[in-house]
């Protein structure tokens, strides 16, 4: 099964779906995401990528409110705080301020600009 993502006019991931094998393969039964896209298009319209499940490729796979970013080639994840930056080698979203790495539980504190530990979820 492959899944595929729709996107809005923004490149941002309005739902996915599975699609059966048989409805992405070309004459020979290779996958072709082209196929795929065609097939989601020609059945619900719009603008589709293919995600995968396993994040084996496009870093991870797509959730509604992700972005696609064609240049990376990735789906990003919603912008988690407006001082995160992302990184483009691994499109994942990182702090100004790297967490403290001393094994206690930490927030982010958009307003500091700061880590802050946590107690939350230790008894």
């Known amino acids: 099964m492959a899944h595929f993502a729709q996107l809005d006019e923004n490149n941002v991931v309005l739902q996915v779906i599975v699609v059966a094998n048989k409805d992405t393969a070309d004459a020979n039964g290779e996958e072709k995401e082209h ?32 972005t696609y970013n064609e240049t990376l080639d990735a789906f990003i994840t919603p912008k988690p705080f407006p001082s995160w930056n992302l990184n483009t080698e691994t499109c994942d979203w990182q702090a100004p301020v790297p ?15 700061s880590w802050v530990e946590t107690n939350f979820g230790i008894a």
């Open 35 to 66: 196929i795929g896209k065609a097939f989601c298009e020609k059945l619900l319209g719009g603008n589709w990528v293919q995600t995968s499940y396993n994040g084996n490729f496009r870093k991870r796979y797509a959730g509604i409110g992700y």
């Open 99 to 113: 967490m403290p790495d001393d094994g206690k539980r930490y927030r982010w504190n958009e307003e500091t600009g």
